[in-house]
Structures are given as structure tokens and as C-alpha cells.
């Protein structure tokens, strides 16, 4: 098992990356929004990685942090969702768009990656749902060391959670409310605080 590679980055095809590791060239494939933030050629890169072995070839797929190839093995696993066809979805919608779309039930946004029918969509909605969760979403990534950092980041993750809801209520996009809710200031005391600074930035 191949866990990530490290190395130069000497170049980025199409739908993959070449990383030079000690002199030997592997290809690594990717999804679009991946590729789109890798660095110039020549620069050191590290990618997370997946090998995937089949009868006639062995493929790695990579990605850019562990959060990434976490999802990417979460939607593998379902049920006629092979490894490109993993790669589409988060090429077309972050890792954390991902996870809103399947708890909020979604299959239009998912459906839109090339390949994923609206069958298979709502196939990976029922069996992921019970598997992500709306803190793993808005999750600040501040780890506090004392549990009452914790407790305080838990308690901001819930209210942005309800607005995230609400908003949706209200007719806005999964992606577009999560993005607005995500922008407000870590200042708003209420649920209700935070709506009204994330209605901002959609109107």
C-alpha cells in the first residue's frame, strides 16, 4: 500500500500528475479541482494516495490532503462507483460539498458529475448519509487544547449547521449557503446573527 508520494512535480497532464521520486516518474490521477491547485512544475508537492489494482494495471490515485482520500474512499465504496468515477464527482464539487449534498439529500448536485446517473446519486446518498456529518463540514479546524476550546468549537459548528439548514429552507443552493455561512465572523453569538451576516453575501 502506497499511504502518499513526495517529490517534484514535473508535470500535470490532463487527468493526472507526474511526480518525480527519486528519479522514477509516477503517475498519479486526479480530479480536475485537484490539478487545479497543484503548483508550477519544479515545485515539491506530496500527495495522499489510493492504489488501485485490477487485473491488467495498477493505478494511484492522489489528493491534496487526508480529508480528500477519506470521502474519495467513502464514495468507492459504494456500490457501482468505481475510482474515476470517484474522481468525476470531486471534480466537480469539493469534498465538503460533497458531504452537504449527501446529508441534504441532493442528487441533482451529484448526478451532475459525468458517469453518476440519478440511480446511482441517490444510491450513494442512502448509503453514506449515517457516515458523514455536518461538524465534519463546517469544522473550523481549530483544535483547541483545553476542553474548553473544544466545547466552544463544537457549540459554533452547530449553529453554523442550523443555518446552513435554514438557509437551504429558504430556497438557496447547498454549495452557495455552505460558502456564506463559512464567510460569517467567528462573532456571531446566535444562529440568528449568523443568518443575517451570510444573507449578505448571498444577496
Known amino acids: 500500500m502506497i499511504s502518499y508520494v513526495r517529490g517534484e512535480l514535473a508535470a500535470v497532464e490532463p487527468q493526472k500528475a507526474i511526480v518525480d521520486v527519486g528519479g522514477v516518474g509516477y503517475g498519479v490521477y486526479m480530479s480536475q ?3 487545479s491547485l497543484l503548483p ?7 500527495l495522499y494516495t489510493y492504489l488501485n489494482v485490477k487485473e491488467d494495471a495498477m493505478q494511484l490515485f492522489g489528493f491534496l490532503t487526508k480529508d480528500d482520500l477519506e470521502i474519495f474512499k467513502l464514495v468507492i465504496g459504494v456500490s457501482g462507483i468505481g475510482p474515476k468515477g470517484g474522481l468525476n464527482i470531486l471534480s466537480c464539487m469539493s469534498p465538503d460539498e460533497l458531504r ?3 446529508m441534504s439529500g441532493d442528487a441533482k448536485a451529484i448526478s451532475a458529475a459525468p458517469g453518476i446517473g440519478k440511480k446511482t446519486a441517490e444510491k450513494l446518498i442512502l448509503e453514506l448519509r449515517d457516515k458523514v456529518d455536518i461538524a465534519d463540514v463546517l469544522d473550523s479546524a481549530a483544535h483547541g487544547s483545553t476542553s474548553e ?3 466552544v468549537s463544537e457549540t459554533e459548528s ?7 439548514q435554514a438557509l437551504v429552507a429558504l430556497g438557496y443552493g447547498n454549495a452557495e449557503s455552505l460558502r ?3 464567510k460569517t465572523s467567528p462573532d456571531c453569538q446566535t444562529v440568528e446573527d449568523i443568518l443575517k ?3 449578505k453575501y448571498l444577496f
Open 33 to 35: 479541482q485537484a490539478l
Open 40 to 46: 508550477q512544475p519544479g515545485n515539491e508537492v506530496k
Open 100 to 102: 452537504f449534498a449527501i
Open 149 to 151: 476550546d473544544l466545547r
Open 158 to 164: 452547530s449553529m453554523q449547521a442550523e443555518a446552513v
Open 180 to 182: 456564506a455561512v463559512r
Open 197 to 199: 451576516e451570510a444573507l
